[in-house]
């Protein structure tokens, strides 16, 4: 899980941000992006802190160990999240929203480690390499590679993955408490059986994303 690592250290890069993203599929809620250094400060080698706990794509993780691995994460990295909510996605498309949830996260991200280590980002810019799950690249000012299905084959971006994961569902928890009728605790979003028939029910709640199936057809409409 370290090779993509290894190659952009040796490359050059002593700042490696894992980038990646919960949501995209949803008809519910944001879209969330994770970054994470995972060292503290610019590397002069190779050297990743050992973590205890399981660290890897969350969609492969049982809620209780990405609830264990975020703390550690915590704890151990530097992370920053970006977040666009369901009216921005209806306004832009999902696409261009999980662009900019990434954008937000990796700026969030870059700030915090420029206050830690006491740098400025013009300074620091040609030393980081951004490794994001997906095909996409070039959205960003720094030396990007996508990697797919990246969130299995970095360690960084799985901790990125497990950090946009863990906030998403938290942000879906409090919509449950808000929107009781949907379930969303349960599929935080996702179409399921359960939650399409709680919209051709209630129809859509302020969370829903009304660009998406069923909202757009108005299959929801009572």
Not at 65 to 70: D, H, I, L, P, V
Not at 145 to 155: A, E, M, Y
Not at 167 to 196: C, N
């Amino acid at each position: 899980m370290l090779v993509w690592e290894r190659r952009a250290f040796l490359k050059g890069a002593s700042i490696i941000i894992g980038l990646d993203e919960a949501g995209r599929g949803p008809l519910a809620g944001p879209v969330v992006a994770g970054a994470v250094i995972l060292e503290s400060f610019p590397m002069n080698r190779f050297s990743i802190p050992k973590y205890k706990y399981r660290i890897d794509d969350s969609k492969k993780l049982q809620p209780v160990q990405r609830e264990k691995a975020f703390k550690e994460i915590s704890s151990k990295a530097i992370f920053g999240v970006g977040i666009k909510d369901n009216k921005y996605i209806d306004r832009v498309n999902i696409h261009i929203a999980t662009l900019a949830a990434m954008k937000q996260a990796v700026k969030k991200l870059i700030s915090k480690f420029c206050r830690l280590a006491n740098r400025k980002e013009k300074d620091i810019r040609k030393d980081i390499c951004v490794l994001v799950d997906g095909v996409f690249g070039g959205f960003l000012p720094y030396k990007t590679i996508p990697i797919v299905k990246g969130d299995s084959k970095s360690f960084s971006i799985a901790a990125a993955s497990i950090v946009a994961k863990v906030t998403r569902d938290a942000i879906m928890s409090q919509y449950d408490k808000k929107y009781p009728l949907y379930g969303f605790s349960k599929h935080k979003g996702y179409g399921t059986k359960l939650h399409l028939q709680a919209i051709k029910q209630y129809g859509p709640c302020p969370a829903h994303r009304k660009s998406f199936a069923p909202m757009k057809n108005d299959i929801c409409q009572n």
